[in-house]
């Protein structure tokens, strides 16, 4: 049996290349994006170590990963600018792979778990940004009866009405699409290779129908819904294309609408479905399942705004495009409802 002295002569990245490739993907079923988000912080704690110490970052052993070392770390990177939020998932990503040591080799219990004690940062409340529906109104107007301003119209009304993150929307293909007379719904793939499925309006889906006659005359099932067109070549519309062509409609609705927000983006679009959602009283349960949360806590961050919400407003919401009047109402609808919560 090895001594304890032995073992904590054990390199800190011995565990690593299982913690990464075997671990994480097959024992607890983490997606590409929270792997590669793991190894991109060993790699930064493995600059740490060769800038502080001077040192190969292989020869550090456990011995020397004392609790304060980990705590120096957090402040070298807070040193860098990075938000808490970011120094969280940092910490988060240590406190994973020391309980893997520790699950590797229980003698080095004690050592694991001072570093799993180090607590979070407390972040400070998310500022929620959202778009009133006078706003929302004039930013739908804006798009030109052109090929390019009937798509771009639609990726924005396709995003308030499915609450989608920005990389849910242009991760979209043709075969997530269930368009029927009636009954239609759209599969978002959100994170963590989570999926939900979400009902979609009757107006929205002639939309679609229309735009997948213009663009997608194919019909190429796993081709992108969004895309752009690269010398020659279909591609997966970018992020950046998806920003600049949000903020270029609310700079245009801006001029005659002064409730435009002075910066949009596309995340301010599902803020404002949630909004709207929790005006009507949809329950947290549902507006969780609309957004594609597992934790309650993060839908609740919404609550706050109930009063200044009942105080612009008395009403139900209302209808922000004469093609969007039925969505609108979409939870008075059994069926939708019934989809929303896995009975249909």
Known sequence: MRKRKDIMTTPLFAYSSEFLTDYLPNQLNRSDKTVISYRNCLRLLRDYIEETTNKNFYKLTLKITTRDFILHFLKWIDDRGCSVSTRNQRLACIKSYSRYIMECDFDLATWAIKIISIPFAKANEPNIGWIRETALKSIFKQPKNTPIGRRDGLMMMLMYETAARASELLGLRIKDLNLFDSGSSILLHGKGDKYRELPLGDKIVVRIKLYLQEFHPNMNKDSFLFFTVIY???????????????????????????????????????????????????????????????????????????????????????????EMQDEALWDFDEDMLSKLCGLE
Do not use: C, W
Request: hydrophobic share 35%.
């Open 232 to 322: 020659g070549t279909k591609n997966k519309m970018s992020i950046g294309n998806l920003e600049r062509l949000v903020t270029k409609y609310a700079n245009l609705a801006r001029v005659e609408d002064s409730t435009v927000p002075i910066r949009v983006t596309p995340h301010m679009y599902r803020h404002s479905r949630s909004m709207n959602l929790l005006k009507v009283h949809t329950p947290y349960e549902l507006i969780a399942r609309f957004l594609g949360h597992s934790n309650l806590k993060s839908t609740q961050i919404y609550a706050k705004y109930d009063i200044e919400m009942l105080r612009e407003a008395s009403d139900r919401v209302v209808s922000i495009t004469p």
